[in-house]
């Protein structure tokens, strides 16, 4: 099943669920302070959200933690750590204002934001990482065309955002503090979206560069690893294959878990198109990346 979005008042989703109510009759639907702290949580395959974790860093030459290093002995520093996780939750809450202004999300809702801890199994020593929900059910949304894109642009907004904030750390790295025999490494901070993010993403981009008709049909298809990573606990290295179809036409946006989009075509009356890649704000996302000529090959199994 996928959601149809458009004029109409009822979505299926997963099983046939039907859109009631407003966002502030739903407030429960907030990932409230204290809800589910537990990092490997299962409960996000609905959820609007993103994943953060602040750039590799380590000691200088001095002792002072610095980005842009290797770390010492794979540990982070919980000085930069807590710095990390306080800037991206003023980022959010700040991005999320307009999602206010339009009744999306209620002004509580965004105060009551938390960088709330993630991780994957195993636990020993992982690298910190934050989770920012704003709602943990997103199905109300996923019927109603102007909602979807106003998310979409909300998320597009926070990437871009991070994506800003880990350049301005890069163009500040001091490579000669950088003690002998410790690597440099990249900064940047590679976020991870839940599933509805990235369906939100796909169709507000459907909607600012083609246009979207009254009904919209979506799927999205998608790979990660079993037992680690998946809708309701997604990661990095998951794929997504988001399919949203317009009358005779159908879009198609192949997307890593952290917003970078590999390929993007179109299909109508059989034939695909390949289009420009959009920039959704990941950190390694390539626009540049121009469509070749296509190449047609017939193939002859006749016998004799």
Aim: proline content about 9%.
């Amino acid at each position: 099943m996928y959601p149809t979005i458009g004029a109409s008042p009822s979505a299926c989703w997963q099983g046939g669920w039907t859109m009631a109510g407003n966002p502030d009759e739903r407030s429960h639907r907030h990932d409230a302070p204290g809800a589910m702290d537990d990092p490997f949580r299962r409960d996000l395959a609905n959820a609007f959200g993103i994943i953060l974790s602040p750039p590799h860093h380590g000691p200088d030459v001095r002792g002072n933690a610095a980005y842009g290093i290797r770390p010492q002995y794979g540990m982070a520093d919980e000085t930069i750590t807590g710095e990390f996780a306080e800037t991206m939750r003023s980022l959010v809450v700040g991005r999320a204002s307009a999602l206010a202004e339009r009744g999306l999300v209620t002004p509580e809702a965004i105060s009551d934001l938390q960088s709330k801890p993630y991780g994957y199994p195993p636990a020993a020593q992982q690298w910190p990482t934050f989770l920012y929900t704003l709602y943990l059910d997103a199905r109300p949304f996923l019927n109603d065309g102007a909602s979807v894109i106003a998310w979409g642009m909300f998320f597009r907004d926070v990437l871009r955002g991070v994506r800003e904030w880990s350049q301005a750390r890069r163009d500040s790295v001091d490579y000669e503090a950088i003690p002998p025999g410790r690597e440099a490494r990249e900064v940047a901070s590679h976020p991870v979206l839940t599933r509805p993010a990235i369906i939100a993403l796909c169709y507000a981009d459907l909607a600012e560069r083609y246009g979207a008709g009254d009904t919209i049909a979506i799927e999205a298809h998608g790979r990660g690893f079993p037992g680690f990573t998946g809708p309701d606990h997604p990661g990095y290295n998951d794929r997504y294959l988001v399919r949203a179809k317009a009358g005779r036409r159908s879009f198609f946006w192949s997307v890593n878990g952290d917003g970078t989009v590999t390929d993007h075509f179109m299909m109508a009356g059989g034939q695909i198109t390949m289009l420009p890649l959009p920039d959704f704000g990941a950190p390694d996302q390539r626009t540049w990346q121009d469509p070749m000529p296509v190449q047609y090959v017939q193939v002859n199994n006749r016998q004799g």
